[in-house]
């Protein structure tokens, strides 16, 4: 069964965010299967589904890589979060 | 498919408005721990907790990653040491050596707290219950992660004013044995009326001896969350106000849900309820006060505070037990005052009295919680405070506690500062006038009649 989780990434507006974020996803083995953004007031917003069955680490070291490099290289705040904490929250 | 504004919803909860799983408890049982031999019982202990908590922090921290929710508190909840040492403990110093079995072990695991150093007297006390209760200040003062808990009455049974009394002078002495340590043993001392099996929340957490082997109770939190929705809700009428603390409950839930799920499965223990309390802690915005205040309050303790409490618990339990089918232990609106910062500010400015939270607590979920009073209270009044919680949970069926913490010399006007998640607390005052021919009557009250309700 497919594994999926969900990437937001919050942050000012710069140039390559979505390439570095994908180049690191396309590392890890991990498939996107939607993207949606929006800028609001200069602030660059966008939310990922993505695929993690292939994933060859744990869930929460990748995470914490993404993490890392949002802050270091990005200067954006970069979550990745298993999808199941949104259809626990939201759908019925 | 799940959509941007949903997933922006989640998050602002966790990062703006404290959103957070409380506490993952592992209730074990220590049944099958007992020996006659008070060195094979406290190998037995040490061996099964070992054995079956090792993981659980670990596996704590692996879900609140792979999430990105917060899991604040791993512990453990024991079977109630009074039946574990009964045969093994013939003084109360034998009881202290349990205790620090227990502390060490807990330790070892990396757990925050350990729970149920505790008796269920509510009829009677047998020899091992009252050689237990007398231990309790030592034992409090010589651990630093155990906590204890007494049932003193229930709905069933009425309540055991002999044990009423003598938790009144243990109470006393558990802050004179600690008023020299960092933290007054006090806040780790709860009794109760009609104490629930299940409960993950400290300090009055025990693995009741209707449990199974091992289970796993998370306790679920969120006042932030609550009070972030119903600002929302200015102006509007009760019902707007209800379907939004439905709602938010019920969202709240569905995590703790998850993550109960998500641990059982991982540790391979079964599940057994979802505590769905609103815990407040010191942090700003995450206080219960402040929802009460949300609602049209100036301060908590306002008239019309029992009224917003009763609707608040209401609706938060509403909303929860729709989203989950196992939701036990004490679910509803905590009230510790301590632990509260609308709460403090609220009895800093005298609005808020003991005999008001006497009164919010015959609609919330606990009773008298972290609540600092003189140093120099007299043990029989602290036993007519107790006994009177105790009433309140005996004739209306609710489970009610008392954790009140005299603050030696300390009076009113002086705070006490607990740190950490206990927070701090002005001395509040206490009535004076004397109960000691009422509380040294001793025997029972009988349990109430369950008809003629008025």
Redesign the interface.
Known sequence: MQERA?I?VVGKDTVGIIAKVCTFLAKEQINIL?I???IVQGYF?M?M?VDVTNLGK???DM??ELAGMGQKEIGVQI????????????RI | MINIHEVEETNQMIEKENLDVRTITMGISLLDCIDSDLATLKKNIHEKIYRCAKDLVRTGEEISRDFGIPIVNKRISVTPIALIGASACHSEADFVEIAKELDAVAKEVGVNFLGGYSALVSKGMTPADELLIRSIPEALAETDVLCSSVNLGSTKTGIDMDAVRLMGSIVKQTAERTKDAPLNACSKLVVFCNAPDDNPFMAGAFHGVTEGDVVLNVGVSGPGVVKKALESCHGQSFEVVCETVKRTAFKVTRVGQLVAREASKRLGQPFGIIDLSLAPTPAIGDSVADILCEMGLEQAGAPGTTAALALLNDQVKKGGLMASSYVGGLSGAFIPVSEDQGMINAAAAGALTIEKLEAMTCVCSVGLDMIAIPGDTKDTTIAGIIADEMALGMVNAKTTACRLIPVPGKGVGDTVEFGGLLGHAPIMPVNTFSCDEFVNRGGRIPAPVHSFKN
């Not at chain 1, 979550?79 to 939201?90: C, G, L, N, T």
């Open positions: 969900i937001t939607d949606s953004q929006t917003n939310m589904i744990p869930f929460g995470a914490e979550k990745a979060q298993k999808e199941e904490i949104f259809d626990s929250m939201h």
